[in-house]
């Protein structure tokens, strides 16, 4: 897989999409709970050559947790990605370079971010509003 639609049309055919735009889709991740977690894939364009995808998901607001105690469990338990600041939001993010991407390259992160996001939300604030 090396390109956006490429990357793109797996995505359509393979998960739960609840929006799509030119340079972005959202997909919902349903788990056997009930719970859910709505992933951000968007493709991100480095220095204006290098195509890059970023896995995002939101699992909570910034004044709804104790940041210090939500940055400790990730670094103690999350493999893949950082949390950032997205306005008022805490999201896990990832990002990978496009160009020569495998599927599972793409597929595991993907699980990883998401999965982490959702423990993090339901470890934090109880709920399942992302």
């Given amino acids: 897989m090396a390109t956006w639609g490429d990357l793109v049309a797996y995505i359509r055919e393979s998960y739960d999409v609840v929006r799509d735009e030119p340079d972005e889709i959202r ?21 204006r050559r290098e195509e890059w995808v970023q896995i995002a ?11 210090q105690e ?4 990730i670094g103690d338990t999350i493999v893949v990605g950082g949390a950032v600041l997205m306005g ?6 990832h990002s ?6 495998d ?3 793409f597929v595991d992160p993907l699980e990883l971010v998401t999965g982490s996001a959702e423990l993090l939300e ?7 509003d992302y």
Avoid at 57 to 67: G, I, S, Y
Avoid at 88 to 93: M, Q
């Fill in 27 to 47: 997909v919902r991740i349903s788990y056997e709970d009930r719970r859910a977690q709505v992933v951000i894939i968007a493709r991100e364009v480095l220095d």
């Fill in 57 to 67: 998901t939101p699992f909570a607001r910034v004044d709804q947790v104790d940041l």
């Fill in 70 to 73: 939500v940055l400790t469990e």
């Fill in 88 to 93: 008022e939001h805490l999201v896990l993010r």
């Fill in 96 to 101: 990978l370079p496009l160009v020569n991407l």
């Fill in 103 to 105: 599927i599972n390259e």
């Fill in 122 to 128: 339901e470890q934090f604030t109880g709920r399942d």
